[in-house]
T-cell receptor, first 114, second 118 residues
Framework: AQSVTQPDIHITVSEGASLELRCNYS??????LFWYVQSPGQGLQLLLK??????LVQGIKGFEAEFKRSQSSFNLRKPSVHWSDAAEYFC????????????FGRGTSLIVHP | DAGVIQSPRHEVTEMGQEVTLRCKLI?????LFWYRQTMMRGLELLIY????????DSGMPEDRFSAKMPNASFSTLKIQPSEPRDSAVYFC????????????????FGEGSRLTVL
């Protein structure tokens, strides 16, 4: 069975600082990996995805993530955080064959200080 | 383009009442997911449809929950009778097809239906 761990429940950063949100997954084969963002009162929005190829993937809103197979990780990064980035971030893993049913982590809440 | 549309956005009901949540998929999408979100349990998959057929309903809590997909663009999630522990935000998400007919894994979420059962 696939699973996702987001070790940080909350992360606080100052506006303009860099950001890294951690994600570790468990899956026996090559996974499909996703990051989603959820603003208060909203549904989840896809930030970026990794299916294959280049292990550094670019997403929307200036985010990027790097797939590291040896560490079973897919960490999300942004070089300079804006106050509008404050939200809940979810990492998800999906099986790489057949039907993709994503399993979501518990989420990391990002707090941005001015 | 219209996204996934859920209704109602908010529902307050009393224990024992029937609740029906509705979801309209994005045109052209062939997979439909119902998730439940709570502080205690996070995002839980309730049921997954592909081409109108339920593929995985192992997350449906019990017989009080049922989901249907009468056509390619619409789904309902029904709780009968409702209980206070069903209080949560229920999300519907759709996904476009791959060449194989399965979904791409990219989910497009609605804004959710917040259910409160008193």
């Amino acid at each position: 069975a696939q699973s996702v761990t987001q070790p940080d429940i909350h992360i606080t950063v100052s506006e303009g600082a860099s950001l890294e949100l951690r994600c570790n997954y468990s899956y026996g084969a090559t996974p499909y990996l996703f990051w989603y963002v959820q603003s208060p009162g909203q549904g989840l929005q896809l930030l970026l995805k990794y299916f294959s190829g280049d292990t550094l993937v670019q997403g929307i809103k200036g985010f990027e993530a790097e797939f590291k197979r040896s560490q079973s990780s897919f960490n999300l990064r942004k070089p300079s955080v804006h106050w509008s980035d404050a939200a809940e971030y979810f990492c998800a893993v999906g099986a790489s064959g057949g039907s993709y049913i994503p399993t979501f982590g518990r989420g990391t809440s990002l707090i941005v200080h001015p | 383009d219209a996204g996934v549309i859920q209704s109602p956005r908010h529902e307050v009901t009393e224990m024992g009442q029937e609740v029906t949540l509705r979801c309209k998929l994005i045109s052209g999408h062939n997979s439909l997911f119902w998730y439940r979100q709570t502080m205690m349990r996070g995002l839980e998959l309730l049921i997954y449809f592909n081409n109108n057929v339920p593929i995985d309903d192992s997350g449906m809590p019990e017989d009080r929950f049922s989901a249907k997909m009468p056509n390619a663009s619409f789904s309902t999630l029904k709780i009968q009778p409702s209980e206070p522990r069903d209080s949560a935000v229920y999300f519907c998400a759709s996904s476009p097809p791959r060449a194989t007919g399965w979904n791409t894994g990219e989910l497009f979420f609605g804004e959710g239906s917040r259910l409160t059962v008193l």
